[in-house]
């Protein structure tokens, strides 16, 4: 199966346009979500990523990336006090990104397979105690992929949307998946 994988990788690889290389792609994007419950019970999110990829053939690149981030849950249960637990984290990746189309077709899927050093930090506030603890902290490296598209608005600017997916740090027990949707714009230098 493992074979299957690399020989079907390899000859995607292979079989993509080469012309054009030595580009640069600059990138930023926005996630934001909000579930509420009722106005004493939800969660929010919000995330901003910056990134450059230099491409050095016209479908493959290398792209390093940003990412900032800030979570905030708030449970209220019956006849308890309020408490807050908030997530702030960040993530410096680096990913092989491969486009499935050439650099001027107005709709440019993509794949991209890296790793990335995330910082996590979790804190608790509980209603009506002063501060806020700090109740975890996670540091390490971890593999992350994504997928998207971009939709080509210019010869140099286009909008991109996708998926990027990460775990948490390998020596953690048990690992966990995150993931977050993504919106945002690029241009091409």
């Known amino acids: 199966m493992k074979t299957r994988w690399i020989i079907g990788l390899f000859a995607l690889f292979f079989s993509t346009p080469i012309a ?86 107005a709709f440019q899927p993509y794949l991209k397979m890296g790793g990335a050093v995330i910082t996590k930090s979790i804190y608790r506030q509980i209603d009506g105690v002063t501060g806020k603890d700090k109740i975890a902290e996670q540091t390490g490296t971890v593999p992350s992929a994504g997928i998207g598209f971009k939709i080509l608005l210019t010869k140099t600017f286009s909008i991109k949307i996708g998926v990027d997916a990460w775990t948490s740090p390998l020596n953690d027990d048990p690992v966990t998946i995150d993931y977050a949707g993504r919106a945002g714009l690029s241009w091409f230098l």
């Not at 004493?40 to 940003?66: D, H, K, M, P, R």
């Not at 849950?73 to 050439?102: C, H, N, R, Y």
């Open 20 to 105: 054009h290389a030595g580009f640069i792609e600059l990138g930023t994007s926005a996630n934001y979500r909000r579930s509420t419950i009722d106005s004493n019970n939800f969660q929010e999110s919000i995330s901003f990523t910056g990134s450059v990829a230099y491409y050095f053939w016209e479908s493959s690149a290398l792209e390093l990336s940003y990412t900032e981030g800030y979570s905030q849950i708030v449970v209220t249960p019956i006849a308890d006090s309020k408490t807050i637990t908030e997530t702030q984290f960040s993530l410096l990746g680096l990913d092989f990104v491969l486009s499935i189309s050439g650099r001027e077709d």
